[in-house]
């Protein structure tokens, strides 16, 4: 299909072509029963089988560890903030967050609404052009749990540490840095992330979460919202979005088949480096996020004027790279560059760059 286009968006994001394909070949008649996934009970068998293999299939692929529940759930990254602080600010209600971006700070200000939050770093002083260092000492010894944004889908920054914080439970929103490369999953006792980055179609969130940390959610926390019920039904207490699932499945499967998040990490090195490498040797484009805090995912850059920055947007869309614009929020420009993105893709934006560039000197 070659009228597809370059897409930089930043979510709900590009998807690979041999999963749509594939998913379009068997839209109407999955396997033989006579009718499209959309269609089927989620209580049947061959749905069932569906569901469990996404889940076994993300399992293996994230070498998830046996003593954590995989949840498919509703309601994005955003039903989560709330969830979290239903679910786990419960015991001394009290949780510390780091605020190193705009979804952190909007999981924080709705944590907020339960319990008491406190903020142990944050990188606005900076506009979060980095992501702030925790120490051990910074966490409060009675938090119920501290509180990160793995990746800054909006500002270009990721964590390169895993924030030490002993006994108390370090929960991650991963929602833009899911699947970008190995993660040590026992370091976190609950992941979460909303599927339309880098999972499949929105709709689905992805809840990875500790056994342990099941069986304490405030009485008053809706019965979608609570975790151990969710966990208890295997994540069909109520209708789950069965069609995202299904696809999810099949990107799971891919990966796998691609040699899973290590091999996934070298590409996504590989694609970032050249960005970057570009943008820190460009005298008209420069990368906004700090060096060491740079994402494999969402490339930020600006050329420090508004105007040019949208003749550059405008000029891109008509070449085929779409998507560019940063967020609004911030402007300038975001590329976002998930499994999905192949390197081609950021190969032909390099050259357009710099072609742009020299008109433009
Ligand atoms: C996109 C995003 C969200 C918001 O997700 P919704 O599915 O729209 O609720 C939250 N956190 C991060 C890190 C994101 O990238």
Excluded: W
């Amino acid at each position: 299909m070659s009228d597809r286009v370059f897409n930089f968006s930043a979510g709900p994001s590009m998807l690979p072509l041999e999963l749509l394909e594939k998913a379009a070949s068997e839209l109407c008649n999955y396997n033989g029963s006579g009718m499209s996934v959309m269609e089927m009970s989620h209580r049947s068998a061959v749905y069932e089988e569906i569901i469990h293999a996404a889940e076994a299939s993300l399992r293996k692929l994230m070498n998830i560890p046996d003593n954590y529940k995989v949840l498919f759930l509703q309601g994005g990254a955003t039903a989560q903030f709330a969830a979290i602080a239903m679910n786990f600010m419960t015991k001394n209600k009290k949780a510390d967050y780091i605020v190193s971006g705009q979804f952190s700070g909007k999981a924080a200000e709705e944590a907020a609404k339960y319990g008491e939050v406190k903020i142990i770093a944050s990188s606005k002083d900076k506009n979060f052009t980095y992501v702030p260092k925790v120490e051990k000492s910074d966490i409060s010894p009675d938090a119920d749990y501290v509180h990160i944004c793995y990746n800054n889908t909006i500002f270009g920054t990721v964590y390169n540490y895993v924030p030490d914080t002993g006994d108390i439970p370090l929960i991650a929103d991963m929602s833009s840095g899911i699947l970008s490369r190995p993660i040590d999953v026992s370091k976190y006792a609950v992941i979460y992330a909303g599927a339309q980055k880098n999972i499949g179609p929105a709709g689905v969130t992805v809840v990875i979460v500790r056994e342990d940390m099941l069986g304490f959610a405030a009485p008053e926390t809706p019965v979608i919202l609570n975790y151990t019920v969710q966990a208890k039904n295997e994540s069909m207490y109520n209708t789950p979005p069965t069609y995202g699932i299904y696809f999810a499945g099949l990107v799971f499967d891919y990966l796998l088949e691609k040699g899973g998040l290590e091999a996934m990490e070298k590409i996504n090195v590989t694609k970032a480096k050249m960005l970057y490498d570009y943008l820190d040797s460009s005298k008209l484009f420069k990368a906004t996020a700090e060096k060491e805090h740079r994402s494999l995912m969402n490339v930020c850059f600006v050329t420090g004027d508004a105007d040019l920055d949208k003749k550059f947007c405008a000029e891109a869309t008509k070449a085929g790279f779409v998507n560019l614009k940063g967020h609004r929020s911030v402007g300038g420009m975001r590329a976002s560059i998930y499994n999905a993105m192949p390197v081609e893709g950021v190969e032909k934006l390099v050259e357009f760059m710099k072609a742009f560039e020299k008109e433009n000197a």
